[in-house]
């Protein structure tokens, strides 16, 4: 199996910019352009050279940065296409099924609308990697600007079916604020204790949360565990839809 490096580094107020890596293939793509200096000042650490931007969707904290590297860099940008009027310097639209390839890698796109109407995931299989955006966070997910609950829960319903050893990154450190919130929707869920003592840990050391794994989502974030019987009957929602359940959890966050 080729091998991917991955760099994570923090940049805006709490952003996560990632360079990935194929040694084999001498490419680069940023997941995201949050900040042009700081993805250039991460390049420049680690002596790589941008080759392309791959976009999750048109914020402004994932795209702001895409006209400057790109000008500086040469890139190409890849996006997705439901959005395509909305990503500076876009040049490969991408949408759900569609394999961009990316050095060595096959990179699968899948849509994960909810976040915004057009937000795409960018999933490795072969370095069994995920960039999942402003879709799913560690302990949480996006907020609903552009979809309804069962978009969303459709949305997080196919990040929670890929293998469960996948390695996921997210847009932002919202980890301890997910956790404390977490805690009043399934405070007995032992996997959930644990990891806030860590999470907790993690943050007071001003280091980071991520990346996750699916599998410790799947374990204890309450936004991926709306069948957990404990939720259930807090929420009193026994016996509904997923889906409804999955957007109590998000309303009560929004008001948190
Ligand atoms: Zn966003
Ligand atoms: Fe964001």
Known sequence: MAELEIYQFPCLSDNYGVLIHDPAAHVTAAIDAPDADAVQQALQEKGWTLTHILNTHYHADHTGGNKALKSDTGCKIAGPAGEAGKIPGLDDPVGEGDIYQFGNFEV???ETPGHTAGHISYWLPDAAVAFVGDTLFALGCGRLFEGSAETMWTSL?????LPPETTIYCGHEYTLANAQFAMTVEPD??????RIGEIRALRQKDEPT???TLQLELDTNPFLRPSSPEIQKRLGME??????IFGEIRQ?????
């Not at 016996?239 to 409804?244: N, T």
């Not at 009560?252 to 948190?256: G, I, N, S």
């Open 189 to 194: 869920n032992a996997a959930l204790q644990v």
């Open 239 to 244: 016996g509904r839809p997923d889906w409804e």
């Open 210 to 212: 991520l990346p996750t």
């Open 252 to 256: 009560r966050k929004d008001r948190a």
């Open 108 to 110: 699968r796109i899948l």
């Open 157 to 161: 319903s196919k990040i929670a079916a």
